[in-house]
């Protein structure tokens, strides 16, 4: 009976789907014994990688992810087990990495400067709602994602949002 065994790895993210900031492809996966590298993965344009069906003595290996694909964050390590005689395409481990994304800060100002907070007590800066949005066409913007308000400063901070392009509009 063979002494060897293969692995794959199904790289899956929750990153919105069409999204040009995000990727699964280039992912870069080293399968460690000990603090040996004994394999190096890529995956793919789907999120798949896999060794030969007789690359990997039986036995638990670290599984590493080396280089994150564009948009994500590197994923934890974990153990994985190499059974002899086990295709790759039978050795199968799913690996999920948390997407980035990023905030968007605002901060109101007067263009006026007899008209503010500091100048006199009629003008605020408190409560301003800025609207993020997604597209925009012309002046006119759609695909509202978030809702910005200022506080006493002007300042005020988006949720969290997938990486990309946003329009912002008071």
């Given at each position: 009976a063979p002494k060897k065994g293969g692995l794959s790895i199904k790289k899956t993210s929750d990153a919105p789907s069409g999204n040009s900031h995000y990727s699964l492809s280039g992912a870069e996966f080293q399968i460690k014994s000990g603090s040996t590298v004994v394999a190096t993965l890529t995956t793919d344009g789907s999120g798949n990688a896999s060794t030969g069906d007789e690359a990997l003595d039986e036995g638990d290996y670290i599984?590493?992810?080396?280089?994150?694909?564009?948009?994500?964050?590197?994923?934890?390590?974990?153990?994985?087990?190499?059974?002899?005689?086990?295709?790759?395409?039978?050795?199968?481990?799913?690996?999920?990495?948390?997407?980035?994304?990023?905030k968007i800060k605002v901060k109101k100002k007067s263009k006026d400067s007899d008209a503010t907070p500091s100048t006199n007590s009629a003008y605020?800066?408190?409560?301003?709602?800025?609207?993020?949005?997604?597209?925009?066409?012309?002046?006119?913007?759609?695909?509202?994602?978030?809702?910005?308000?200022?506080?006493?400063?002007?300042?005020?901070?988006?949720?969290?949002?997938?990486?990309?392009?946003?329009?912002?509009?008071?």
């Open positions: 599984l590493h992810e080396n280089k994150a694909p564009k948009g994500h964050k590197k994923a934890d390590d974990r153990t994985v087990h190499i059974t002899a005689g086990q295709a790759a395409s039978a050795n199968v481990v799913n690996v999920k990495d948390p997407y980035k994304t990023g605020s800066y408190k409560n301003a709602e800025y609207g993020v949005y997604t597209n925009k066409s012309g002046n006119s913007v759609s695909g509202k994602v978030d809702t910005i308000k200022t506080d006493s400063d002007g300042e005020g901070v988006s949720d969290s949002l997938p990486l990309g392009r946003y329009y912002v509009k008071e």
